[in-house]
């Protein structure tokens, strides 16, 4: 039998200050609230996080890369040094943003399996890298934000201090669309990946729009079904696009890892996929700027 191998992305907190026009914290805020409640933590304690590793055997890796970026919660350093002393094979990927310099030189020789930079777009409105109060240019008729002096920084630091993870394959740059104009000179030194946004299965907005086409629905043939995500308090939803929490699947608090993955829902899952998987635009190519224009809220810079 073919073993798949197994990942759990972190979310230690709910709501990002970076507000990236292509992820659905909106979505995201509203439901945690009515379906995994009011009263439950928004950011995850290292109690609750060391809770759910006792119950999580060391062949699934962990991927700081939730639904939120993982240094705005102020204890993640530790739950990296935490993990990696109890031996999980750990990927980061992180805009730097909330991240210490202290904290790095803590972290920085971990042996991550994956190291990825996420850098500020030049195509798509965020809050990555941005100077406060905001300063808003032309640039090649695109409106730009200026980049602070603050991110420069701490970029220039974590290059002057790589530690593990550094001028190997497992080192990462990249952004969504097109790289920051302010950001070029990178390109002279290091690859940078530009990747492309979607829908996060329609969950950019509060009410999906319709299914996708069955020629382009991918549920049932999907490995993200093994690729659940942890929230604040405990609870795994379906995957890195469930960020409507359409598919609460169990809690790590509650029940042990046995429990969860024998669950009828979960297995079920795994065969089949789940509802929102017919909303899923992960097998779908359609991300240029004109189509995205159908996702974008006004007032959006574009
Ligand atoms: S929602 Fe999309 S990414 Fe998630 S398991 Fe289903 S098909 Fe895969």
Not at 28 to 41: S, T, V
Not at 193 to 206: D, T
Not at 249 to 261: C, M, P, R
């Amino acid at each position: 039998m073919i073993k798949l191998k197994h990942n759990i992305e972190i979310t230690p907190k709910i709501g990002c200050s970076n507000v990236c026009e292509y992820c659905p914290q909106s979505t995201l805020i509203k439901r945690y609230k009515e379906r995994i409640g009011g009263d439950k933590d928004t950011m995850m304690t290292l109690e609750t996080f060391k809770k759910c590793l006792s119950t999580l055997p060391k062949h699934v890796g962990l991927n700081f890369t939730g639904y939120v970026e993982p240094f705005l919660n102020p204890e993640t350093p530790d739950m990296l040094l935490y993990a990696y002393e109890q031996g999980y094979s750990i990927l980061l990927n992180t805009t730097l943003m909330g991240l210490k310099k202290s904290d790095w030189m803590k972290i920085k020789d971990i042996n991550f399996r994956e190291l990825h930079i996420h850098l500020a777009s030049g195509s798509f409105d965020e809050m990555i890298g941005v100077e406060i109060p905001v300063k808003i240019y032309e640039k090649d008729g695109k409106k730009v934000k200026s980049l602070s002096e603050d991110y420069y920084d701490m970029l220039n630091f974590i290059i002057q201090n790589p530690g593990n993870g550094w001028g190997q394959y497992k080192l990462d740059f990249h952004c969504l669309g097109n790289l920051h104009p302010e950001l070029d000179e990178l390109k002279r030194h290091f690859y940078v990946g530009e990747r492309q946004v979607n829908s996060r299965a329609m969950n950019i907005l509060i009410e999906k729009k319709g299914k996708v086409p069955p020629e382009e629905n991918i549920r049932g043939n999907c490995a993200r079904v093994y690729q659940n995500v942890l929230l604040p308090d405990g609870s795994l939803s379906l995957c890195c696009q469930d960020y409507g929490l359409d598919e609460v699947l169990g809690n790590l608090v509650e029940s042990t890892w046995d429990e969860f993955e024998n669950s009828e829902t979960v297995k079920r899952i795994r065969e089949e996929g789940a509802d929102l998987c017919d909303y899923c635009e992960e097998g779908v190519t359609y991300t240029d700027d004109a189509t995205w224009q159908q996702w974008r809220r006004p007032g959006q810079l574009s």
